[in-house]
């Protein structure tokens, strides 16, 4: 049973244009949500994240969105550099516990 | 801080023989984690620790994986014995007790596993 799912294994942008990373969930008992990148050959690193009392969070060009009726939240980066090129994960915490999605390899295209 | 510091980085082994992996929290840090990385399942949580106590091990697969935390800077796990399906990237995480509210986990490079 998985309780966080990434549907896009991959997703190829332009450099310039939005990338938007979507992530489902269907565990109601989440606080909080994260969004973790991971180069090759390195671990996961902490990109940003959101309360579950909130819809909406911002970090420079990063923007979380959390829609809590859908059970659903997106990541958005505006805009795409090549540099974001990496998979990213999306991960339900609850109690220090982090459920994670099986990621989505971003590739942004000069 | 160097992070959290995993070993070795890469481990190839025969089917049969056990192997362990090895791993130092960020100092200061309560929670310890182990996550295996697949092509199909992406990051599973194995086991976590707080204060070096097992809190969860649900995501064990098997009795062949035990994890031990004999003092708050070391912990391994192992795999014993190995098959060829227990192929995969496993990662240690830990994270500070910052009160309520979401906390990040910092995660080491990882240890590439290949068991033959």
């Known amino acids: 049973d998985q309780q966080v799912k990434q549907n896009s294994p991959s997703l190829s942008v332009q450099e310039g244009r939005i990338s938007i990373l979507n992530c489902d969930y269907t565990?109601?008992?989440?606080?909080?949500f994260l969004w973790y990148k991971k180069y090759p050959a390195e671990g996961p690193t902490f990109l940003i994240s959101?309360?579950?009392?909130?819809d909406k969070n911002e970090d420079g060009r990063f923007t979380v969105f959390l829609n809590k009726s859908a059970k659903h939240l997106s990541l958005h980066i505006v805009p795409s550099q090549p540099g974001d090129s990496a998979v990213y994960f999306c991960?339900?915490?609850?109690?220090?516990?982090?459920?994670f999605g099986s990621g989505t390899q971003l590739t942004v295209l000069p | 801080d160097a992070g959290v510091i995993q070993s070795p980085r890469h481990e190839v082994t025969e089917m049969g023989q056990e192997v362990t992996l090895r791993c130092k929290p960020i100092?200061?840090?309560?929670?310890l984690f182990w996550y295996r990385q697949t092509m199909m399942r992406g990051l599973e949580l194995l086991i976590y620790?707080?204060?070096?106590?097992?809190?969860?091990d649900s995501g064990m697969p098997e009795d062949r994986f035990s994890a031990k935390m004999p003092n708050a800077s070391f912990s391994t796990l192992k795999i014993q014995p190995s098959e060829p399906r227990d192929s995969a990237v496993y990662f240690c995480?830990?994270?500070?007790?910052?009160?309520?509210?979401?906390?990040?986990?910092?995660f080491g490079q990882g240890t590439r596993l290949t068991v033959v």
């Open positions: 995480a830990s994270s500070p007790w910052g009160g309520e509210g979401n906390t990040e986990a910092f």
């Open positions: 565990n109601s008992m989440f606080d909080y």
């Open positions: 959101i309360s579950s009392i909130k």
């Open positions: 991960a339900g915490g609850s109690a220090r516990q982090l459920t």
């Open positions: 100092s200061g840090h309560d929670y």
């Open positions: 620790f707080n204060n070096n106590v097992p809190i969860d």
